[in-house]
């Protein structure tokens, strides 16, 4: 037992040891991997920020988000997107300091651009990626306007969606620890 | 004679001795110590099989030519040792399909190591069945060289291997309003596992591409259908800490565990340590991910919610005797787990008298950095009701908080992050049963 610790005790330095010679030295020419090209990175570059930044152009009205829905999302979500047996995306505004917060996008996502990211990253669950960019616009439209944050017969784009303030906006605080994030490098 | 006969030939009186005897008193002698023997075997304990069927030497079976050697060594068919899959809070027995996490049987496990099988798992789109050689890890944004990595490639690099804990941002969570009474320490804690992790240090990825000293934050993302995605602060403590792992207990990851790669970030929420993971992409901010929003933040009794409490607390849990153990009185062993985020446990502390005095329990070595630690002490039972507890104190001074308090700093609706000291109750009879405090 006592080499095993002595063992772990030298893995450690030897760990510690490694990460400060990293810090300092410049790193050898491994030669591994290829470079990502343009092309690649636009495969995969699928993220986007409340900032817009990755936020493609497009565009979809509610009317056409309702039918993409029903097709692709009421089985689990349920009509008007309540009473699935998966999350629940419709109402709970106000709830959230009860006994029995109801977390919705409504009542709870701060940021419209995180629900087109999600839609279109992971929904629907059996063929996620599957929906074109102006039926994600779409869906999304549907599904903020079912929660009183777009009005009826409304067309969401880009632009209109990086105008919209979700109802929890502000809702969020954020672990000092991490607000401003340093490093030695 | 051959064994079986003469053990049924034989039997003992009170004293343990053992006669031969005439049939008909010798069969009703053995269907008492029968009935003795099961209700030995139904005493439920620590270890993962029936307590004991030998009570003499002689019920022990003789030697005898084994199976033949094979590839794999099983588990001795005696053992019955398992994850539960489970889906939210309370929703415990549930069909498969709709399970969302499995849980680690803590109740049975000794030492710090968690078998990679036995590991606990949450997965938030099922497992996917990812092909080594065709999978790649994409690495830009604000980098020099953005690359692109095969499996092999991140194998042909310098590697380390550490031992630490990963633990889901809901364990505990069946505690957080109610105790139900019939649950094992599976059920409450099963969301904590510690494995050996060998990979590649992200501090050598970073210096690889050249990430730009304006980027402070990374996004990790997965293979998984959900495509999870966390962004991650690039502080000194996790640009020091976090690997990009292909093996776990020496062997190649599990798929269930992120087969080919995992990002492994030691102390940090499990849903950071990105399962099969494909791309990191560096940025100067946040990405407010779903995971990052809607899932993974905690919200307060004011209905705001804390966003980026990525550290996993101090923690500790009574592995035995926990729920739905019974014990008798006289000696009894305590043991159990403690890990933190911050870094060493420095000291487990437990009292058998629900929490009005405290003794330091023995730490039994290793005690590593970012690692469950096994703790063990001596105690005497008297028979009389009472309730144990256990908590923690790490190298950085946080003590594991009692669960009054913690619920009246955190309130009962922030769903994640539980980890006040957990109570188990034993009553006059020695069953052992989940309480709140």
């Given amino acids: 037992m006592a080499r095993f610790t002595t063992l772990c005790r030298n893995t450690a330095a030897l760990a510690a040891l490694f990460a400060c010679t990293l810090a300092v030295a410049a790193p050898p020419n491994y030669g591994v991997g290829h470079p990502a090209t343009p092309e690649d990175i636009k495969l995969w570059n699928i993220d986007v920020r409340p900032d817009g930044a990755g936020l493609p152009e497009g565009k979809g009205t509610v009317d056409r988000g309702k039918t993409v829905y029903n097709t692709n999302c009421l089985g689990c979500h349920g009509l008007n997107g309540q009473g699935g047996i998966k999350d629940r995306l419709v109402g709970g505004q106000g709830s959230l300091a009860t006994d029995k917060p109801v977390k919705t996008i409504g009542s709870f996502w701060p940021y419209a651009t995180t629900l087109f990211d999600y839609i279109h990253r992971a929904m629907p669950y059996t063929s996620p990626g599957s929906l074109s960019i102006d039926d994600t616009y779409a869906v999304e439209a549907y599904l903020l306007n079912l929660n009183g944050i777009l009005p009826d017969g409304a067309t969401l784009y880009k632009a209109s969606l990086l105008r919209i303030k979700m109802p929890n906006r502000d809702g969020f605080v954020p672990e000092p620890e991490f607000v401003h994030v340093t490093n030695s490098r | ?437």
């Fill in chain 2, 1 to 437: 004679m051959d064994p079986k006969d003469r053990d049924n030939t034989r039997d003992a009186d009170d004293k343990g001795r053992v006669f031969g005897s005439n049939e008909s008193s010798s069969k009703q002698r053995l269907f008492t110590r029968r009935k003795v023997l099961i209700g030995l075997a139904a005493l439920p304990g620590a270890a993962p099989w029936v307590r004991s069927m030998a009570d003499s030497l002689a019920d022990v079976p003789p030697r005898g030519p084994g199976d033949l050697l094979g590839k794999y060594s099983e588990r001795s068919k005696y053992v019955q040792i398992s994850r539960i899959p489970e889906a939210g809070p309370g929703m415990r027995n549930v069909d498969p399909v709709n399970a969302i996490n499995s849980k680690a049987p803590l109740d049975k496990l000794v030492g710090i190591i968690t078998p990679s099988d036995l590991h606990y798992e949450r997965s938030h789109a099922g497992v996917p069945e990812i092909d080594p050689a065709k999978h790649r890890l994409l690495i830009h944004g604000m980098v020099k060289k953005p690359l692109v990595l095969t499996v092999y490639d991140l194998m042909a690099l310098p590697s380390v291997s550490l031992i630490h804990f990963v633990e889901c941002t809901g364990n505990g969570w069946e505690n957080w309003k109610k105790a139900d009474e019939n649950l094992t320490v599976q059920n409450t804690h099963g969301l904590v596992s510690c494995t050996e992790w060998t990979g590649v240090p992200l501090r050598l990825l970073v210096d690889m591409v050249g990430v730009d000293r304006q980027s402070l934050w990374m996004l990790a993302e997965g293979g998984d259908g959900a495509g999870v995605d966390r962004s991650i602060p690039l502080t000194d403590e996790i640009l020091n800490d976090a690997l990009v792992a292909y093996g776990q207990n020496g062997e190649p990851i599990r798929p269930a565990h992120g087969f080919p790669i995992r990002l492994i970030m030691p102390g940090f929420e499990g849903n950071l340590n990105i399962k099969w993971l494909r791309r990191l992409k560096f940025g100067d901010r946040p990405w407010m991910t779903r995971w990052e929003t809607d899932r993974y933040t905690q919200l307060r009794p004011d209905g705001l919610a804390t966003q980026f409490q990525l550290r996993m607390d101090t923690n500790s849990v009574i592995t035995s005797p926990s729920g739905m153990m019974e014990v008798r009185p006289g000696y009894k062993r305590i043991t159990g787990l403690a890990w933190s985020g911050h870094g060493k446990i420095a000291k487990v502390e437990v009292s058998t008298d629900e929490g009005r005095t405290w003794k330091v329990a023995q730490l039994n070595q290793p005690v590593l950095y970012k690692a469950q630690t096994r703790f063990q002490m001596d105690w005497m039972w008297d028979g009389k009701p009472t309730k144990i507890v256990s908590r923690s104190t790490d190298e950085k001074g946080n003590i594991q908080p009692d669960r009054k308090s913690f619920i009246a700093r955190v309130g009962t609706n922030a769903l994640f992050h539980y980890n006040a000291q957990q109570t188990w109750s034993i009553d006059s009879n020695g069953k052992v049963h989940n309480a709140l405090s």
